[in-house]
C-alpha cells in the first residue's frame, strides 16, 4: 500500500485501472511543478539581492515571482487532491462508520466540487481567450508579456483538478461498490 492509498481518516480506497493511469500522471506533473517553487526562492534571492544589495529594484523579477506563485499553487491544486492533502473539515464525519464516510465524500464531491470545477472552466475559457485576443501584457513599465499565458494555465489547472477528481470518484464507487482491491 502506498501512503496516498489511504487518506487522513484511514480508509484504504481501491485502485481502478482509470485511477492508476490518472494518479501516476498526476503525480508526476505534481512532482515536476514542484521544482517551481524552487525556481521561486531563487527568483526571490536574486531579487532581494539586486534590491537591497546593488539598489537595483526589478519589476519583472517582482512580477515573475508572483506569476511563478500562482503557476505552483494552481498545479498543486490536482496533485494535493490526488494525495488526499488537501484541507477537510471532519469534525463530524471522523466518528462515523468508514462507508458513511466515503457516501458524505462521493455526495459532498458531486454537489459541491463538480459545481464548481464546472463554473471556473465554464468561464475560463473565454477569460483566456479576451486575454489572447487583447495581447494582454503587464500594466506595468518593464512588466512581463505574454499575461494571457498565465491565464490559461487557469483552465489547465482546472482540468486537472478534474481528472483528480474524477479517479478519486471510480475509486470511492469501487470501495462502495465492493469493486477491486
Known sequence: MRPWDTDLTGIELPETRFSRVVD???????????????????VIVVNVT???VFREGRIELEE?????????FLIAMAYAYRVDAHIRI???SVRLRPRLQVWIELYSTLLLLLPFIAVVLWFSFPFVAHSWSASEISSSPGGLPFRWLLKAV???AFA????????RLTRMWAYLTGGPR
Open 24 to 42: 501516476q500522471a498526476l503525480t508526476v506533473i505534481g512532482r515536476a511543478a514542484s521544482w517551481l517553487w524552487v525556481v521561486l526562492l531563487a
Open 50 to 52: 539586486l534590491r537591497y
Open 64 to 72: 515573475l515571482q508572483w506569476h511563478l506563485n500562482a503557476l505552483a
Open 90 to 92: 471532519d469534525l463530524v
Open 154 to 156: 487557469i483552465p489547465v
Open 160 to 167: 486537472l483538478l478534474l481528472l483528480a477528481v474524477a479517479s
